[in-house]
C-alpha cells in the first residue's frame, strides 16, 4: 500500500512523494519548522507526505491524507515580534476575555461554543 505513495522523483504526483515517516532528513512540515525557529521564507511547496487515514475512510472524504514539506537549508528564521505586535496581541487576548451579554471581564477567554462567559451561559 505504502509503495504506490512512494514517488521520490515526482513523476506520479508532480512533487517528490514519500509514505509517511519515510522523508528524509533535510525536509520538515510547517510545524517542525516552528519548533526549529524557522518559516519557510517564501520557499513553495518542496515535497508531500502521503498516508491512509482509517478516520477519514469512514466520513466519505478521501481516506489519503496529505503533509507538505519544506527544504531546511532554505528556511528562513522566525521574524522576532515587534513591541507593536505585541500590543496587538494583547489587545485582541483582552477583547476574547469580554463577555458580550454582560460586558465584564471574565478572566478567562470566552468559549466560542457558547459566545458568552459561563455565568451569562447558565442564566435562565
Avoid: H
Avoid at 21 to 28: G, K, L, S, T
Avoid at 49 to 65: A, D, F, N, Q
Amino acid at each position: 500500500m505504502a509503495g504506490r505513495l512512494y514517488d521520490p522523483t515526482g513523476a506520479r504526483y508532480g512533487i517528490p512523494t514519500y509514505p509517511w515517516r519515510m522523508a528524509p532528513e533535510e525536509y520538515a512540515t510547517f510545524r517542525q519548522l516552528r519548533t526549529r525557529g524557522l518559516r519557510p521564507g517564501g520557499q513553495g511547496v518542496a515535497a508531500q507526505v502521503l498516508w491512509y487515514s482509517r478516520r477519514y475512510r469512514r466520513t466519505g472524504k478521501s481516506p489519503i491524507r496529505v503533509a507538505y514539506l519544506y527544504r531546511l537549508d532554505r528556511a528562513k528564521p522566525v521574524r522576532p515580534m515587534t513591541p507593536a505586535k505585541w500590543a496587538a496581541l494583547a489587545k485582541a487576548n483582552a477583547a476574547r476575555q469580554v463577555c458580550p451579554e454582560c460586558r465584564r471581564d471574565t478572566g478567562y477567554r470566552i468559549p466560542t461554543s457558547l459566545g458568552m462567559c459561563v455565568a451569562c451561559s447558565d442564566a435562565p
